[in-house]
């Protein structure tokens, strides 16, 4: 918790420590203490999704740089090398929240899952050790208009938790992290207040907008009517590659 008044921060943490600060930054994610003291604005909203992660090991028989994403129906499939011997990927179910359980039965259940995926799947599947597998539910927060209250700020998930699907939440809060320090440098503690109101004006546009359109993305892959599937992948497949290739970049094109 925290109380905050004209001269600092007074925080107090869950052992019923007390600490007197300059400024506060919640940087503790999804599930922030400092948001709900902030803001109230209760509990992250349930994507429709959840998903499974794993790293594989050895070589899975894919090309150097590998990095793909299969879409079915409620399903999808996706990953890239991180060097030469690993491989992350990940593997999203639409359904209710719980469904990403983790036990003995993982690797058969989400090899049944995908039988009509890809190869590599498969591959990727089986070079996993089942005990590295982790799983959960995806949730994001609605965009905020405000995230800065005196001499009290959030960062990261706190600010701007987001669904997985650009790959863009630890990316947002290092680009908070940039802002956010820039605008701190020099500043004595008289300057703190507007230094952070300075951070959120610089960074709620664009935070916000990855929020956004992360959850469309989301919205479009965790599709299950075969239907609605038959309409999203012929559309995907009449878009020009070029212009979905500049919509993702944009995200990744610093304005600072
Ligand atoms: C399936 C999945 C895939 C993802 N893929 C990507 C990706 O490819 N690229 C990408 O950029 N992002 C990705 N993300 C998002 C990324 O993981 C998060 O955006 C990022 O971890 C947020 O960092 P954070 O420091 O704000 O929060 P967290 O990483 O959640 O860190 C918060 C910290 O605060 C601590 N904390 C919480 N409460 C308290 C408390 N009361 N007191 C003290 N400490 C506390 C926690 O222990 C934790 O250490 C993915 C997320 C998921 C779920």
Redo the contacts with the bound molecule.
Sequence with gaps: EYEGHGDGVLVT??DGRQRQADLLVG????????RASMLNDGDPRYAGYY?W?GVASGDAGLPAGWAAEYWGDGLRFGGCTIDGDRTYW?A?QTGPPGGATVDAGTTNRLRALYSDFAPEVRRLLEATDPRAIIG?D?ADRDPVAEWSRGRVTL?????H????N?????????E?ALVLGDQLAGVDAAGVAAALSEYQRIRIPRANKTVRMARRVGNVARMENRVGVAVRDGVLRATPSSMLRSQLTSAWKLPY
């Design positions: 943490t869950a940087a503790d994610g999804i599930n922030s203490r400092v998903c992660r990940f999203v959960g995806i960062l990261g998930d706190a600010a938790a987001m669904t997985p650009l790959g863009q939440g630890a990316c947002q809060a290092i908070d």
